[in-house]
């Protein structure tokens, strides 16, 4: 049995997991799955502890993901105290299902081999340029997690075994070639039908509503029409990049910047290393490899064989070009301290103990000036922008304070014009007003009720705005008479709906008992339409008429097979079988891209029993002092 679950993680189940491994890792990272306090912990499963520092990660981790995910509508439903209590809890139960999925594998003895680890890696788009493996940027992006290599690689390690005890469940699940047969002949079934289209629309001159319908309609709906809070501004903005532009910078001031500043326009010096790279407890072997080195042992040889930095060892250790700052200060302060082709003495870092070798060296050069005046004087201009927006800022905010009923006079001290808006309310607010400072202030008592000037509010750090209010209109109900041409469509609409759907079941009906259809058709204007060979998952149809049709069973007594359906834009369809129509017998490779294609849908079908099996064997408590400090 181990050897069918170690032989499924090739399979195309394998890297629908693998993918998921990935998604965690490109949200979420990693670091926060290392380490532990000795905190109550959030949850106990079987006596292995789920920390409050593993909990509020995960959480934090699928908070962001959701946020990156879904945005302003994420941040709404975080507003909700129920919800986001609801969201913890779901975050907390499903590292419940990790721990319990790996204690389960631990049982099993599943364990995922350094290759398999070193394949999964090499796919991980986080670590690709142009679709090819980067090293280099393997291991900045691990580094950032706050990680060392091993340390991911036992992280990934852990993840793969979980999937692979999915795995396992799913080769133990199978379908068999005549269950395939019979899932590709109803696939590739197809029906002949003929359907009736009724559209509402048709039919709103037939209705008319009363005006006591109207008026009921009117108060069943009333928040339905209520005008939001909305104002006018007057405002004055003071932006850097306004008073950039107004600035001129002369070649003497430039050069006198360029030269000031030269440090500021040196290419870093750059260097190209290989290293061979050890587990930190093999100081021995590092030791035993210098030894060899110092023999005459061929460096790219050794980075091959011994080298746990596999991807760089392939290439005999080598690393691309890189600056100070790129690989941690130890790893830095060794490889510019060599000259080239010697060998640095074995070197501590997070991720192990190296040994470097210097291949070449870039030396440092100082940029052209003319390459760099278009930036500098961009710059300069910046920083004299800078200096007048504090004076400018300063003076329109003491002005706008002192003569609160106006922005004229503060306009005057800054040099700049009042502007105004037109009518906007929170929800509609144009930019720069969408921003929730500039609301706060505008929807204030201050401005609204008061009608003084606002504070100066600054926006992006480079801009700043103060506003007055121009206009007021408050939230009103509208009353009946506003609405009644909008409530008048509404119900006419409604109301064509409604007889559009007692005329599709009326023939439905007929069709059933077998009665003629012919005067209710002519009545109506109707006409049915043939629909030959239709297909289970075309789009000859609207879905809700294929779904009618694959749906109905053929009629055994000689009477109608009909169903009706609704489509979605106030239509209403009937659809009366005629014929079903049987699939030629599938080929071999078809059956074989049938069984491909019905692989995710096991996985599914699989997992939550399996979770709900495991869980329900488990012992797993929640300590009361964990769960009354969960993250807010």
């Known amino acids: 049995m181990l050897d069918k679950i170690r032989e499924g993680v090739h399979g195309p189940a394998a890297k629908i997991v693998l993918s998921l491994i990935i998604l965690s890792f490109a949200f979420a990272g990693v670091s926060s799955y290392m380490g ?91 670590f690709q340029v142009n679709g090819q493996f980067s090293n280099d940027v393997y291991l900045s992006t691990v580094r950032r997690q706050n990680m060392s290599t091993s340390q991911f690689r036992e ?42 289209t009724i559209d509402s629309a048709t039919l709103l001159g037939q209705v008319e509503p009363s005006d006591e319908e109207l008026q009921q309609a009117y108060e069943m709906q009333a928040q339905r029409f209520v005008t939001p809070e909305q104002i006018a501004l007057e405002y004055i903005e003071l932006k850097v990049s306004d008073l950039a532009a107004t600035q001129s910078v002369s070649d003497d001031e430039i050069n006198a910047y360029y030269s000031d500043n030269s440090a500021l326009y040196m290419l870093p010096e750059q260097r190209k290393v290989a290293h061979i790279l050890l587990p930190a407890e093999d100081s021995e ?3 035993t490899l210098v030894s060899e080195l110092a023999a005459g042992a061929d460096f790219a040889e050794l980075a091959k064989a011994n080298s746990i930095d596999t991807f760089s060892g392939e290439n005999g250790g080598e690393l691309d070009w890189f600056e100070r700052g790129t690989y941690g200060e130890d790893f830095d302060d060794a490889s510019f301290a060599l000259a080239v082709g010697d060998v640095s003495a074995p070197v501590e870092t997070t991720n192990g103990i190296h040994l470097i070798k210097l291949l070449d060296v870039k030396p440092s050069v100082q940029q052209p000036l003319a390459e760099v005046t278009d930036s500098i004087a961009l710059q300069l201009k910046k920083q004299k922008a800078e200096s007048d927006f504090i004076e400018l800022q300063t003076a329109m905010t003491n002005v706008a304070f002192e003569v609160p009923d106006t922005l004229e006079d503060a306009a005057n001290a800054a040099g700049l014009e009042v502007q105004k808006t037109a009518l906007f309310s929170r929800e509609s607010a144009p930019a720069p007003f969408n921003n929730g400072e500039l609301l706060n202030a505008a929807f204030s008592e201050t401005v609204l009720l008061e009608g003084l000037n606002s504070d100066a509010i600054e926006v992006g750090g480079e801009q700043v705005i103060i506003v007055r209010l121009l206009e007021h209109k408050p939230s009103a109900q509208l009353t009946f008479d506003e609405v009644k041409p909008q409530l ?10 409604e007889k559009a759907d007692a005329i599709a079941a009326e023939l439905t009906e007929k069709l059933l008992a077998g009665e003629d259809v012919t005067a209710l ?20 149809v609207a879905p809700a008429v294929r779904d009618a049709a694959f749906a109905l069973a053929p009629s055994t007594d000689g009477t109608a097979s009909a169903e009706q359906a609704s489509i979605p834009g106030g239509k209403y369809a009937v659809v009366e079988l005629l014929k079903v129509n049987t699939a030629t017998s599938p080929e071999p490779a078809q059956l074989t891209a049938l069984e491909a294609q019905v692989s995710p849908q096991l996985i599914e079908q699989a997992y939550q029993p399996l979770i709900a099996m495991l869980r329900d064997r488990a012992e797993i408590t929640y300590p009361v002092v964990a769960t009354e400090t969960l993250p807010q």
Do not use: C, H
């Open 488 to 497: 008048l469509t509404d119900v006419k609409r409604r109301l064509a709906g």
């Open 155 to 196: 992280y990934l390690r852990r993840e793969m075994t979980r999937r692979q005890l999915l795995q396992a469940l799913i080769a133990t699940d199978f379908v068999t070639e005549a269950e395939l047969k019979q899932r590709y002949m109803l696939d590739n079934q197809t029906r002949d039908i003929r359907l009736v």
């Open 36 to 126: 532990g306090n000795n905190a109550q912990p959030a949850a106990v499963v079987n006596g292995e502890e789920i920390s409050p520092r593993a909990f509020e990660a995960a959480y934090q981790n699928e908070r962001a993901r959701m946020e990156q995910q879904f945005g302003q509508l994420f941040n709404q439903l975080a507003s909700d105290s129920a919800y986001m209590q609801r969201f913890r809890a779901s975050v907390l139960e499903r590292l419940i299902d990790e721990v319990v999925t790996d204690q389960a594998a631990d049982e099993l003895g599943l364990t995922i081999s350094d290759e398999q680890i070193k394949s999964a890696i090499k796919e991980m788009p986080q």
């Open 285 to 287: 072997k590092a030791a």
């Open 521 to 540: 058709l002519t009545e109506n204007s109707l006409a049915f339409e043939e629909k030959l060979a239709l297909t289970r998952y075309g789009s000859d």
